[in-house]
C-alpha cells in the first residue's frame, strides 16, 4: 500500500503547484492540475490509470476533451479562456 501513498503524494504536490498559479480561478485550476498530471503520467505510463483515478477525487482533474469542452462552454457564455467576465479578468482579457 505503500505505492499507492507514494503516488498520492505525488497528486497531492501536483494539486498545491496548480493552486499556487490558478489566481483562485476554478477553471484554471483545472486547466492547470489537469496539464501537470498528464505531463507526469503520460498516456501508457505505470500507475496512469491509478493517478488519473486519484487526480478526479483529489482535484478535479479533466481530459484533453474535457477542456476543451469546457472552453467552447464558457466561450458560448462570453467568458474568456479563464472562466471569467473579460472585463473583469485580472488577466487583462477584457483588454485584448
Do not use: W
Request: hydrophobic share 35%.
Amino acid at each position: 500500500m505503500q505505492h499507492g501513498n507514494i503516488l498520492a503524494d505525488q497528486i497531492h504536490s501536483i494539486a498545491t503547484q496548480a493552486r499556487s498559479g490558478c489566481g483562485l480561478s476554478h477553471d484554471v485550476f483545472v486547466a492547470n492540475f489537469s496539464g501537470m498530471v498528464d505531463s507526469t503520467f503520460p498516456p501508457g505510463s505505470h500507475n496512469r490509470v491509478q493517478a488519473v483515478e486519484l487526480a478526479r477525487t483529489i482535484g478535479d482533474y479533466a481530459t484533453p476533451d474535457e477542456l476543451a469542452q469546457a472552453q467552447k462552454e464558457m466561450a458560448a457564455m462570453g467568458c474568456c479562456t479563464h472562466g471569467l467576465d473579460p472585463n473583469y479578468c485580472p488577466c487583462g482579457c477584457g483588454e485584448l
